[in-house]
């Protein structure tokens, strides 16, 4: 099973991603751009965790199959002016015609995205239900 | 009646209001211009303060996942003056081998993947993938092998591990460096290539007056340490920094904007580097460049894609030669006992000067930091392009002036890190 994990380990709630790969054995990424195509396009079928925040209550956890057609950006788009999104990952890799057929995405909602560690419970407890799914 | 419109584009993202530019024109004139970039290293100041001396290169590095190595070489530096501490050249050597990495991997991203959608018209980078698969595949393999060199001498890609005050935890093997030769040898062949891609774009026309600022020393390329020189006559050890240069609060943002003192704003990164040591590039490199046509004298902002371009390939022709000269520094650091006292560090980051200070006490806990990035020295010349910019566009269409403004932004390859994120653009009419 292969499972990627994105987040920004300093940016509180947007480590859950991150978190779910560490407890699965995953690899834990931060949006570097090579890393994270590399990651994608290896694999023949991966399922990846990321924070999102869309305004649903912190914790749900929003699911995609992203194989077939792009993640909205609303969501997954870029973090940084230096970091792909996951959004804009996939769609390279898919340029590049090295998608894997079968792409799930689990999006975290978080609640606090400010300077600091640790999670808030609600997103915890999804970092637990996503960690059981996979 | 006066005919005034305003461009807006605001960097949302995960936390808001992080970024943005606004610009309101009146009569075809800029009458207003005002960009707005927050930066995390205030937070990192304050977060530095009470910490051990010896964790500064770690936390430092996560100020900014493109250019860890300039945090932590600057930081280092900073110690090290600190403590009263030479590391010497095999050291020297391998941290500028280090640094040749973040320049390979940090310019390979923006020219081809943020920069040069601009200049083709392309949205991003993925729809240049879809018509140049080529293209994006060599960029992606640049800028592998400068994380591969991050990698091998850092301990791992992104926010390396390996750096320490007074040197390295662990020197790299001649093998291990060996083992990135070949692909070394092909990511300069590319970046010769990138070079003449480069030179074939279409550039905007606008000329800047500059004061140029960048480090220097007498026989390289400065990129790890050197003296503070600009074009209009400063020539400074790092030190005396701030004697020269002033960071100013203004009321739109709430980073701080650098000015020299009574005489404005300046320009850090690879058209001030290439202005005040281009003689002293490698041959390779210079021979890109002339063949590419670039003056010494380049003062048109759009034309930094070029010149970092040219930087990539004395990125990877430097470390071809640091490589083939290597000899594993033994120890593989110098053992640093603090001091009470002020020390400073400057290196180039892939965007311009990366400054830093520290005061420490007798046990070596850091009482106070200062840290100056490169995107914070260019605020107010980014604004100053802008200008310029809208001056002499002010008569295209307002979609393609604000994709001007942003490919004028762009020029500074700005790292407006952590969470800030290029969502909507919104043209007003008055």
Redesign the interface.
């Known amino acids: 099973m292969n499972v990627i994990g994105l987040g920004n380990e300093w940016r509180r709630d947007d480590a859950a991603g991150l978190e779910v790969a560490r407890r699965i054995g995953g690899r834990q990424l931060d949006g570097e751009p090579v890393a994270l195509v590399e990651a994608i396009a290896g694999a023949a079928e991966v399922t990846i965790v990321d924070a999102v925040r869309s305004g649903a209550p912190p914790g749900t956890v929003h699911e995609f199959e992203a194989g077939a057609a792009p993640l909205p950006t609303r969501l997954f788009g870029a973090s940084s002016t230096h970091a792909l999104g996951l959004a804009e990952a996939l769609e390279l890799v898919r340029s590049l015609g090295r998608l894997p057929v079968r792409v799930r995405v689990l999006g975290i909602e978080g609640e606090r995205f400010d300077y600091g560690r640790g999670l808030s419970p609600a997103v915890e407890e999804a970092v637990v239900r996503c960690t059981r799914s996979i | 009646m006066a005919r005034t419109k305003t461009l807006r584009t605001d960097?949302l993202?995960?936390?808001e209001g992080e970024g943005a530019m606004l610009v309101r024109i009146r009569d075809g004139k800029p009458v207003e211009v005002k960009l707005r970039i927050y930066e995390?290293p205030r937070?990192f100041e304050a977060f530095l303060r009470g910490r051990h001396f010896t964790e500064a290169p770690d936390i430092t590095a996560?100020i900014?996942?493109?250019c860890p190595v300039a945090y932590q070489t600057s930081s280092v530096n900073a110690m090290e003056d600190a403590c009263g501490v030479d590391v010497g050249d095999r050291i020297r050597a391998l941290r500028r081998l280090l640094y040749c990495g973040e320049w390979i991997?940090?310019h390979a991203?923006h020219v081809f993947?943020?920069h040069a959608p601009d200049f083709l018209g392309y949205a991003?980078?993925?729809?240049l993938?879809?018509d140049d698969?080529t293209l994006?595949?060599r960029a992606?393999h640049l800028?592998?092998t400068g994380?591969e060199l991050m990698r091998v001498i850092g301990g791992r890609?992104?926010h390396p591990i390996n750096v320490r005050v007074g040197g390295f935890y662990r020197a790299p093997s001649k093998p291990e460096l060996a083992a990135l030769v070949d692909d070394l040898e092909r990511a300069r062949e590319f970046a010769v290539e990138t070079v003449r891609f480069a030179a074939g774009l279409d550039y905007p026309e606008l000329e800047q007056d500059y004061e140029l600022v960048a480090l220097s020393v007498p026989d390289a390329y400065a990129v790890e340490d050197g003296r503070l020189v600009s074009n209009r006559g400063l020539d400074i050890p790092v030190s005396e920094y701030e004697q020269h240069f002033v960071e100013e609060h203004v009321e739109w943002s709430n980073a701080l904007h650098s000015r020299v003192i009574d005489r404005g704003n300046y320009l850090v990164g690879p058209l001030a580097r290439w202005a005040l040591s281009g003689d002293r590039l490698t041959p390779l490199a210079r021979e890109a460049a002339r063949e590419a046509g670039l003056g010494r004298d380049e003062r048109n902002p759009f034309r930094s894609i070029l010149v970092r371009s040219v930087e990539l390939v004395f990125a990877a022709d430097e470390a071809l030669r640091l490589i083939a000269e290597y000899e594993p520094p033994e120890p593989s650091f110098v053992e640093v006992v603090p001091r009470a006292g002020v020390g400073y560090g400057c290196s180039e980051a892939p965007r311009g000067l990366c400054w830093h200070r520290y005061e420490l006490d007798g046990e070596g806990t850091i009482l106070d930091a200062k840290i100056v990035p490169p995107t914070s020295q260019n605020q107010k010349t980014i604004e100053s392009d802008l200008h310029g910019v809208v001056e002499r566009y002010a008569d295209l269409p307002d979609e393609e002036l604000s994709l001007r403004c942003e490919q004028a932004i762009r020029n500074y390859d700005?790292?407006?890190?952590?969470?800030?994120?290029?969502?909507k653009l919104e043209v007003d009419r008055g």
Not at chain 2, 124 to 127: K, L, P, R, Y
């Open positions: 960097y993202a995960r936390v995390p937070f996560r900014c996942g493109i991997e940090s991203l993947m943020l991003s980078a993925i729809e993938a879809k698969r994006v595949e992606l800028k592998k994380n890609e992104v700005p790292c407006i890190s952590c969470a800030t994120h290029f969502l």
